[in-house]
């Protein structure tokens, strides 16, 4: 359900993006100077950004919605078409791609000259081998998605979405574009009551190929987007966001329902990589072929993604 160019939005987690609340009515540049608070730290805007580096796609859904995608110079990381609507991506055709490279965990590699080359005034999506550090001591300001901030413990929401999306509109002197995402976005939402279904659920991020198999707990976005959608997250009782997880332990809480989030490549490979453990056939989930394969950014991080990713996870196990 590519509704992109109809959602937007994030409430400020604990150590995410905070702003100032002026009035939507100021005249253009009056919320400047503007001060943010993102993963601890206060970031400063004379004004509003014009030459943006994009180094993760979480970012996307908000810039298109609020119309500033064009201001986007470079972009670095991956970016699945089953993400986006024909007009998000016919903007992101136009937007030049650094780089794609990621190292075997599928974390970006991209060096500082490469971004500090394209002479941005933000970068949005902090990278291992490129922090906030390195690019304040050049003068380049970085936000990152409130929920991705590092030792961010705090249980998100999908009021998260709707706030973030303010803050973005602040940003870039869009107000009046962030209201209507938010209320767009409020209406999908009023669709989904969240009324227990009696099934369970886990949410779980498989490595293709063999090794660790992680779990999603209650201070990551799948723990609301499963309530909303009616089920209990059999992990909701952790508060990590994410961490490892052992077949037996899976086959301790025994899901109703799988849904296994990948980043990129064949999510039928994605599937076999739970299903094909030794052991596997005993999960309920998989005995009853309930078993969901979902594009990381349609749970995580927080952001109009989530949305449809909710609509998918209902569409698929809808009584």
Known sequence: M????????VLLLAAGCEAPDKSSTAAPGDEFPLTVRNCGVDVTFEKAPERLVMLKSAAVPYLHDLGVLGKVTARAGQYPKAYYDDATLAELDRIPLLTDKTDTSGHLQISKEVVISQTPDLVLGEVDNLSRDSLSAVGIPLLEEPAMCPGSTSAPTFDDIYRQLDTYGKIFERPAEATAAVTALKERMATFKGEPTGRTAAVLYPTVGGGVTYAYGAASMADPQLRAAGFENVFGDSGERVFEVTLEELLGRNPDVLILLYGAGDPAQVERAVTSLPGAERLKA??????????????????PLSVDGLEKIVERFRQ
Do not use: G, Y
């Not at 998989?286 to 952001?303: H, I, K, Y």
């Open 286 to 303: 998989v005995r009853d072929r309930a078993v969901m394969t979902q594009l990381f950014n349609f749970t995580e991080p927080p952001s």
């Open 2 to 9: 590519k509704k992109i160019a109809t959602l937007s939005a």
